[in-house]
């Protein structure tokens, strides 16, 4: 067979199953998350990370006690822990301190989130410190490793860019 008649019976080929993907893909039904989240936009209640993230926490007395750092995840990607940066003066001498999201109250202060616990900042101050440890890049789903004797994948390395003149 010809290259040009062996291509032309695979683009047939091609053509005549697209429609029956098509179809047998439209015939599943929507998973429960999908079709939540063909609204697109934020439900009530909910608060993007990258709004809390940065904010200052209250304590009962109205004092500003620490940033948000960071937000910890448990296994279910529910919100376990926030790391507020806590005894900071000017950037400086603070520490991080976890707290339970539990611990967390939130309050609409003209229209934004203010977020409130009810520690004082002598406590957080006095709080364990929490090391963020190395970062991690986000979004990998590669299962950590079982055995010590895997060898990791080499990587190419990427190359060298030619001396500016």
Known sequence: MSKTTMTAVLAAMLALS?????????KEPAAPAARSAATHQL?????R????????VYDTQNRDIGKIKD??????????????DVGA?????GKYVAVPMRDLKTATDNGKVRWM???TKEQLQ???????G???????????????TTTPPRSTPAPSAPPRQ
């Open 18 to 26: 697209m429609p029956v993907y098509a179809q047998t893909m439209n």
């Open 43 to 47: 439900q009530p209640g909910q608060i």
């Open 49 to 56: 990370a990258s709004e809390m993230i940065g904010s200052s």
């Open 71 to 84: 937000v910890v995840l448990d296994r279910q990607g529910k919100v376990d822990l926030v790391v507020l």
């Open 89 to 93: 003066f000017l950037g400086m001498g």
């Open 117 to 119: 616990t009810d520690m």
């Open 126 to 132: 006095q709080a364990q410190a929490f090391n963020l």
């Open 134 to 148: 190395p970062t991690t890049s986000a979004g990998t789903s590669m299962p950590p490793s079982s055995s010590s």
